[in-house]
């Protein structure tokens, strides 16, 4: 994990390109999002199979810079990998800023609800309803 700046400007072109470009955004990155989302809320998401599928948004920025602009972009599959590493940085570092993983990159209990189905989370607030309830039967006896 190298710091942006001791990285080289063919890597954060790339990186500017893909967040820069609204097609990407909403084809690629937010699915994306929501996709680690999902995994770190039933708790098997994994950095470097994140890192992974990461890469496939650098080789759309990659493929769409060569349609729009020619084949002069041509970035390594190493330099695509940096970019792969700081996407996924940058997902991890917004998930601890939202609250979704912890310092430690553990899901939070906001992420774990949040991954829940529907019938998941109306058991889960049915029983926490309930624990309440017996919690104040208690204290009231």
């Known amino acids: 994990m190298k710091p942006y700046d001791k990285r080289s400007w063919e890597v954060k072109e790339l ?4 967040d820069n470009d609204a097609d990407l955004y909403r084809q690629r990155y937010e699915p994306m999002v929501k996709n680690q989302q999902q995994k770190l809320g039933k708790q098997v998401y994994n950095p470097k ?3 992974k599928m990461w890469k496939y948004l650098a080789d759309a920025g990659n493929k769409k810079f060569a349609k729009d602009y020619g ?15 700081m996407l996924r940085d940058d997902f991890e570092e917004e998930m601890k800023s939202t609250g979704f993983m912890r310092k430690d990159g553990k899901p ?6 949040h991954a ?6 109306k058991k889960f607030l049915s029983q926490r309803k309930n624990k309440l309830t017996q919690r104040n039967l208690d204290r009231n006896s």
């Open 108 to 113: 939070t209990q906001k992420a774990i609800q």
């Open 15 to 18: 990186k500017l390109l893909i």
């Open 49 to 51: 199979l994140s890192e």
């Open 116 to 121: 829940m189905t529907k019938a998941q989370k």
């Open 71 to 85: 084949p002069s972009g041509g970035w390594t599959p190493n330099d695509r990998r940096e970019v792969a590493e």
